[in-house]
């Protein structure tokens, strides 16, 4: 799923399902960072060179594989957290790789040109893919997964609220607004 938008509905739906009390900001930027390390810098250096004229060399764009693979991303979740307080950098660093493999399990399914991700590199140079789905595929999933994100943040703020009120009704000892 190639979009930035597929990546970070599904993250969000990822953090509410497994009900992530914290972090769901985290998420959705841990499965948006392959793309973010890897295909933005591709894409911006391609219409420089486009604009500009130039013919980009052709080892350009294998310097940013890293960022799409787990060495890449377990190094770069280890940096964001870093950015953290020492007591929040664990869990920053879990949950930006959670949302980065997710994104990975998530591209695994669509069926790739070159024959896959070399997800095991540095070791194997192997491409490997479940291949179930086009690239394309995506772009036609995203009405159904904004209506579906909708959804599960509209449960979960209504269940967040009716928790809290009932919180409230226990420490007063009857209805809220009475």
Known sequence: MPDLITHSVAGHLVARVTRLRHGLVLLVIGNCL?????????????????RTGHLAEPYWYWM????????????ASYVLAHLFVRERRRAAFFTLLGGSFTHLLMDSFQWHASGGEPIFWPFTWNGYEIGLVSPEASLTWIPALLVASAVVETVHQAAKAFVTRRAAERRTDGPVGH
């Open 34 to 50: 392959p793309d973010l390390l890897s295909r933005l810098p591709v894409r911006v250096i391609g219409e420089i060179n486009f």
């Open 64 to 75: 940013w594989m890293p960022g799409h693979l787990p060495v890449g991303l377990l190094l």
